[in-house]
């Protein structure tokens, strides 16, 4: 069972959330500013500090309605800084400002210990710092920078553009295997680096992982049928990792399935493609047909197939939606696009 009316606040929110303010009031006052506030309130996590957010003149106080340390914003530019970085126009920051007494400058500032962290602590909750991705692997504990693996770095250049868009990503592999309260260490680290994208996990295995942008679905990767409806019910996706069971079977049935549900612009990624050359995971040591890396080999070719077959011809359906293919060690990216130019002319072929 997918769970398809999950992101039907989120889904809208973040596409508004870097529109202009008419159109971004509008969204809000439709899904509702209480419905809008709980997915703020999702996202900053817990703050010991009261949080005031304000929508068509109505104020709503929020975390901890009876603390004397209150930070006030708009509700759109609480959506505006979380989800988009912009820089708010109506925050209001009130804490307490004991008079100077005998204990003098010290003592006024052990009053006040505690009171600049939990302002701080909250603001940057509400407007998070942009961080290093190869830093994010580290700390939330996905192998895909510095143990097994080098990837963050082909990941910042592919995904640069993407970054800041309202995104929706699949990967295929969420981890820790059978143990249901391990792994999520790469979809959590996509929740933190696109802002405004929606992270989905597939895994055989029932996994206990949860975020505000998360979402996960137990299935199997080389059941093409399954995939198939996963796209049409959750798609389409601007992004598709495929880190899962690794076997070349899988890898291509898996491609296959979910390709036509990549976005135009959006990109399908294959990890440890040294799986390829290994017999036992299904691959050739000459990594030949057959073999996920062969499959990613013809792709090539079929960028260029009108300089093969009919010059002015369509090709086939991945041929024409094949744009661009790079290969690093052990990990590719396919570039879904219009790959429709013509060959040159046919007599050029055998002019010598
Ligand atoms: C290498 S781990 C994924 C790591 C995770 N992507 C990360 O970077 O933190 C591979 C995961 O794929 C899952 N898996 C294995 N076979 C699968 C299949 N046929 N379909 C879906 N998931 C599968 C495993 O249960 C395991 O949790």
Redo the contacts with the bound molecule.
Sequence with gaps: MLDTARWTVLAPLLQAATAGPDLLDTTIRGLTPDAVAAEVLKEIGEHEVRLDLTFDGVTTSHLRPESDLVVALDLADAVRSLYAGRPWSSLAVSTPNPEVDDNGIGGWFAARKGVPQAVQGLLSALRPAREDLGELAVEL????WGDLHWYTQHYERHFARLRTEPVRVL????????DPDR????LRMWERYFRRGLVHG????HKNVAGPRIMTVR????DAEFLDRLGRELGPFDVVID???HLND?VRTSFHALFPHVRSGGLYVVEDLQTAYWPSWGGHPGGTDGTSIGMLKSFVDGLNHSEVGDPRGAGSDLQRTISGISFHHNIAFVEKGTNAEEGGPVFLRTLY
């Design positions: 504990g996905t192998d895909k990967e295929i592999g969420i981890g820790g295997y059978d792994g999520g260490g790469s597939l895994d055989i295995a299935g199997d990767q080389s880190d899962g069971s899988h």
